[in-house]
């Protein structure tokens, strides 16, 4: 992890933490990296709905302006949204104003590059010695050659489209009802009414102070609770920025990205679309997922938590088809990042012509007995917690009674002040008692 960014971005409590001065230096240093020789570079900028979203997107152009790139304004739109009109309009970098799932009073900061992909650790790197180590070598223009400032909000109808070219059908006699995380789907998820689903909205009033408060794919309760009394086929939540997506059944139950991935990856497998049968996933997908997959001969390979390190994975060895537990899905053929919009109209499609009810489909996958919390510990016990002897031989005693029947994994978290504990096993109790056991060694240890 860098000194700037983490697994997914730069994030901090928006205008304190993530500073306007700090906005505009990775503005100017982004656009001095990514410049192309000879000419100004175009920057998309896209950003959430949340209410520090418009002071860090004046910082950031500023910044991006100021050093002679161009700036060239989308508006809310979901992350992948951004990737992709970066290649469709030939953009030169991107930059997202988002924390993603986080609550309000963070924001964050996410680039990509020509190809619509997320950063390289080398790149971002060369992004942090500017800021941190070289600021005098950010040299300012003036005159003509400050960039210009435009407004590309039309873009988002020319995503909307590409959302229903690979999508790719027709989503008539479904009711569906989707919670937009009073994120950046609002500003798109009208794409399921133009596929011809029947939609219900929830989620999608935005304030600025709104995003991800009990609603989205971090919160699928209300969701869960109206599409049982509703009578629909499916709830679909967003996350904040839209690249992630979570379920609920006809039933309410939930649906989560590793059900997704595992029931899209069978059908693609059967048609012939699946690449080298296999799928990339991380080190946080359950046993129950692994076992589908392998008892469908398709090959799972994992990866360490983080979207970016997905996508490396496919990009590397030609994969098509990745992703993460917590809704983060790779389709490559169509996207260079996880896009919930995306996945869930494939999925749905997948569902429609199924013929099926969802809660079926997805009995099929059993999953083992997971739990996942995080712990806020200090930055100095969250940048060293592997050094800590009685936290180790407690995550080692854990690993020994579980042996191979479940799996203990504890890091910390690359977008939050978190140490997280993710244990997972046959017996729903074991589970729980040594996820307790574990968490009370660290808040003694990690949190004083």
């Not at 997972?424 to 660290?442: L, P, Q, R, S, T």
């Amino acid at each position: 992890m860098g000194r700037l960014f983490g697994t997914d971005g730069v994030r901090g409590v928006a205008i304190t933490e993530l500073t306007c001065e700090l906005a505009m230096n990775i503005g100017r240093a982004a656009a001095l990296v990514l410049a192309k020789d000879g000419k100004k570079s175009n920057i998309l900028v896209g950003k959430d709905t949340r209410v520090s979203s418009d002071t860090l997107e004046a910082a950031l152009i500023a910044g991006i302006t100021s050093v002679g790139a161009n700036a060239e304004l989308l508006g809310v739109v979901p992350t992948p949204a951004l990737a992709f009109l970066i290649r469709e309009f030939e953009a030169d970098a991107g930059i997202m104003i988002s924390a993603s799932h986080n609550s309000f009073e963070d924001n964050g900061i996410k680039i990509f590059s020509a190809n619509g992909e997320k950063l390289p650790d080398e790149t971002e790197e060369k992004i942090e010695k500017y800021i941190l180590d070289e600021p005098e070598k950010m040299l300012l223009k003036s005159g003509a050659d400050v960039g210009e400032i435009r407004s590309l909000y039309s873009g988002k109808d020319a995503y909307m489209n590409h959302i229903i070219n690979c999508g790719g059908g027709d989503l008539s006699g479904m009711k569906l009802l989707l919670d937009c995380a009073n994120g950046s789907a609002c500003s798109c998820a009208g794409v399921f009414l133009e596929m011809g689903a029947a939609c219900d909205f929830i989620g999608n009033n935005p304030s600025g102070q709104n995003i991800n408060n009990n609603c989205g794919s971090t919160y699928l309760h209300s969701l869960s609770e109206q599409v049982r009394a509703g009578n629909y086929h499916a709830g679909i939540a967003f996350d904040g920025d839209a690249d992630r997506c979570l379920m609920v059944d006809e039933k309410g139950g939930e649906i989560t990205g590793d059900k997704i991935i595992a029931l899209t990856a069978v059908v693609m497998k059967n048609a012939g679309l699946l690449k080298k049968n296999t799928v990339v996933a991380t080190v946080m997908s359950n046993l129950g997922f692994h076992e589908y997959l392998h008892n469908h001969g398709i090959k799972t390979i994992c990866t360490k938590v983080g979207d970016r390190y997905v996508y490396e994975e496919m990009k590397k060895e030609g994969y098509n088809l990745g992703g993460e537990n917590s809704g983060h899905i790779i389709l490559s053929d169509c996207a260079t990042t996880g896009d919930g919009l995306l996945t869930a109209a494939r999925f749905l499609r997948l569902l429609k012509e199924s013929g099926k009810p969802l809660s079926e489909l997805a009995s099929a996958i059993n999953d083992y007995p997971q739990v996942l919390i995080g712990v806020k510990t200090t930055p100095a016990a969250r940048a060293n917690w592997d050094k800590n002897e009685k936290v180790m031989q407690v995550i080692k005693n854990a690993e020994t009674f579980f042996g191979s029947d479940g799996r203990v994994l504890v890091r910390a978290s690359g977008t939050e002040p978190l140490l997280r504990i993710m244990i997972e096993g046959k017996i729903k109790n074991d589970v729980d008692n040594w996820v307790e056991k574990i968490k009370e060694v660290v808040e003694n240890e990690l949190c004083k």
